[in-house]
T-cell receptor
């Protein structure tokens, strides 16, 4: 099973709301990732968690706050977002083995900020 | 910055082989080449990866040149469902670990 699940599929929020995106995998992977993808652009890396510790933060604004409660779950907490933050947010996981490390992606959450 | 360059789009007739090129001239000795594809508004799907030998699986073949500066993904019998954006990726080593940096990708149109 190479499934990564993400909830919700769609989310509409106002600029003053607080919401969370959730990602789950049961493949025993020890690395998890958040990506942001704008329309007709490639995915951009936001955060990497390795063994439940934040290992890479690509200078993402603090209104995005990741959390990795355990090795199977990854959350992205959203607060005071801007309309330009509207995008497809993708979660991925991998074994965490370094240079040869296949990532498996979830279907994404389509976020609209009004 | 992405370490790969790909043509922005390609066409292929259904049933024919689709050959998607990728240049990665700055690749380092221990960096693998990965291919993913993304069908409209879905998450990227892993296809294949390799270091220096040619690789084949049930989805595709990967041909890597001897100097490792370029590679070609081959879909042997393209179908309409293979229409997607194909990303060639080299995972980059950083102080925090390995990063997957997507390039612009090739939009493949398979036509009946």
């Amino acid at each position: 099973d190479t499934e990564v699940t993400q909830t919700p599929k769609h989310l509409v929020m106002g600029m003053t709301n607080k919401k969370s995106l959730k990602c789950e995998q049961h493949m025993g992977h020890r690395a998890m990732y958040w990506y942001k993808q704008k329309a007709k652009k490639p995915p951009e890396l936001m955060f990497v968690y390795s063994y439940e510790k934040l290992s890479i933060n690509e200078s993402v604004p603090s209104r995005f706050s990741p959390e990795c409660p355990n090795s199977s779950l990854l959350n992205l907490h959203l607060h005071a977002l801007q309309p330009e933050d509207s995008a497809l947010y993708l979660c991925a996981s991998s074994q965490g083995r370094g240079s040869t490390d296949t990532q498996y992606f979830g279907p994404g959450t389509r976020l609209t900020v009004l | 910055d992405a370490k790969t360059t790909q043509p922005p789009s390609m066409d292929c007739a259904e049933g024919r082989a689709a050959n998607l090129p990728c240049n990665h001239s700055t690749i380092s000795g221990n960096e693998y080449v990965y291919w993913y594809r993304q069908i409209h508004s879905q998450g990227p799907q892993y296809i294949i990866h390799g270091l220096k030998n040619n690789e084949t699986n049930e989805m595709a073949s990967l041909i890597i040149t001897e100097d490792r500066k370029s590679s070609t993904l081959i879909l042997p019998h393209a179908t309409l469902r293979d229409t997607a954006v194909y990303y060639c990726i080299v995972r980059v080593a950083t102080t925090g670990g390995f990063k997957t940096i997507f390039g612009a990708g090739t939009r493949l149109f398979v036509k009946a």
